[in-house]
Nanobody, 120 residues
Framework: QVQLVESGGGLVQAGGSLRLSCAAS?????????MAWVRQAPGKEREFVAS????????VYADSVKGRFTISRDNAKNTMYLQMNSLKPEDTAVYYC????????????WGQGTQVTVSS
């Protein structure tokens, strides 16, 4: 069992930056999980944002955020991050972190989400 708690969301002007954090707790090792950020804008389906491998050596990004967002993790702190730069109004969404133990694209655990709002 893994509990995930996101933080760091807020209101920012277009072109600004935010850093999201996802703190994990539970009996299993954080490093056992492939981690991802997924977002959901109002009236839209959930959208993959970025993922990171167990040790952090491999990252994948959605085309819409490539070059602007950076995903990272600190297994010693059981925490994953999403540095978001050059934010656009279309980045407005609830951002969720998710954990995938089997690396099969099916997320076993989700956080409660943190709201990111980018004003134009």
């Amino acid at each position: 069992q893994v509990q995930l708690v996101e933080s760091g969301g807020g209101l920012v002007q277009a072109g600004g930056s935010l850093r999201l954090s996802c703190a994990a707790s539970g009996r299993t090792l954080f490093s056992d999980y492939y981690m991802a950020w997924v977002r959901q804008a109002p009236g839209k389906e959930r959208e993959f944002v970025a993922s990171i491998s167990w040790s952090g050596g491999r990252t994948v990004y959605a085309d819409s955020v490539k070059g602007r967002f950076t995903i990272s993790r600190d297994n010693a702190k059981n925490t994953m991050y999403l540095q978001m730069n050059s934010l656009k109004p279309e980045d407005t969404a609830v951002y969720y972190c998710a954990a995938d133990r089997a690396y099969n694209g099916i997320y076993d655990y989700w956080g409660q989400g943190t709201q990111v709002t980018v004003s134009s």
